[in-house]
C-alpha cells in the first residue's frame, strides 16, 4: 500500500535521493524545499522555509488534506555557513539553527497529530558525524546536529506507544554539492575513510528507507551512521 511520505529539502542532493527512492517503491511524496523544485514522479513540490513554523504547518495540513495522514517524515533540510568561532557571526550561528535543528523539530511536530491518529510512522532525522568527530569551522552545524540525536531520542519515547519511531541517519562524507566545494579539506578528509572512498546520496537514501521499513518497526532512538566507518564507535 502507498504511504504518504514528506521529505525536507528535497531538491537536490540526499534529499533528492531519498524522495527518489520513496517513489520507486511507488510511495506518494511529497517534497518540500526552498525552492519548490522536485525530482520527477514525486506527488507534489511544495516552496517551505522549514525555517519558518507557520510555513511548515500549513504545508503539512495542505498535504494532510490531499493525501491524507503523513507515514513518513525525513527532516532533512541543511545548510552550513562554516567559519571559526571565534569570527563566527550571529547571523551564521542563528541561520545554521534555525534551518537544521529548528526546521527539524518544526516539521516532526506538525506531522505527529496525523501519525498518533493512525496509530504509526516514521520520523527520520538527517545528522551528521560532524558533532561525534569535532570539525573546525562548524560550530554552528555540528551543534544543530548533536541536537537532533537529542531531539529524536526525547520524541522517540513520546511517542513509543504510538508505534511511531523516530530515528537519526548520521552520513559521513557524501558525494553532494555541499561536500565537492571543500576542494583539497575534502581530499584529506577522503583519505580517513577506512573504506577508501565517499559515499554516494542513493546509500543514504538506502538507510533511510530501511528506518522507514516494516523490517525496522523495533529500531528507534538510534544514530545510524552511514560514512564508510569513518566515525566508528559514535
Same mark, same amino acid.
Given at each position: 500500500m502507498s504511504r504518504h511520505v514528506i521529505v525536507t529539502g528535497a531538491s537536490r542532493g540526499i534529499g533528492a535521493a531519498v524522495a527518489r527512492h520513496f517513489t520507486d517503491l511507488g510511495d506518494t511524496v511529497v517534497a518540500f524545499s526552498r525552492s519548490g523544485d522536485a525530482p520527477e514522479g514525486c506527488a507534489a513540490a +511544495? !516552496? @517551505?522555509? @522549514?525555517?519558518? =513554523? !507557520? =510555513? @511548515? =504547518? !500549513?504545508a503539512v495540513k495542505d498535504a494532510i488534506g490531499r493525501f491524507g495522514p503523513v507515514s513518513v517524515a525525513v527532516a532533512n533540510a541543511g545548510i552550513t555557513r562554516d567559519g571559526l568561532a571565534l569570527r563566527m557571526t550571529d547571523e551564521q550561528w542563528r541561520e545554521v539553527l534555525a534551518t537544521n535543528l529548528d526546521g527539524a523539530f518544526y516539521t516532526a511536530r506538525a506531522v505527529l497529530a496525523s501519525m498518533v491518529r493512525a496509530r504509526g510512522g516514521s520520523i527520520i532525522f538527517m545528522g551528521s558525524v560532524s558533532p561525534f568527530l569535532g570539525v573546525p569551522g562548524q560550530a554552528n552545524y555540528a551543534a544543530a546536529k548533536a541536537g537532533l540525536v537529542g531531539l529524536a531520542r526525547s520524541l522517540a519515547k513520546e511517542v513509543a506507544s504510538r508505534a511511531i519511531t523516530v530515528n537519526v541517519v548520521a552520513p559521513g562524507f557524501i558525494d553532494t554539492d +555541499?561536500?565537492? =566545494?571543500?576542494g583539497e579539506s575534502g581530499e584529506q578528509l577522503t583519505a580517513l575513510i577506512p573504506m577508501?572512498? @565517499?559515499g554516494t546520496p542513493s546509500e543514504i537514501a538506502d538507510a533511510v528507507g530501511f528506518l522507514a521499513s516494516n523490517q525496522a518497526r523495533y529500531i528507534t532512538g538510534t544514530v545510524l551512521a552511514v560514512d564508510g566507518g569513518l566515525s566508528m564507535g559514535l
Open positions: +511544495m !516552496a @517551505v522555509d @522549514v525555517s519558518d =513554523a !507557520a =510555513a @511548515v =504547518a !500549513a +555541499m561536500t565537492q =566545494a571543500l577508501g572512498r @565517499v
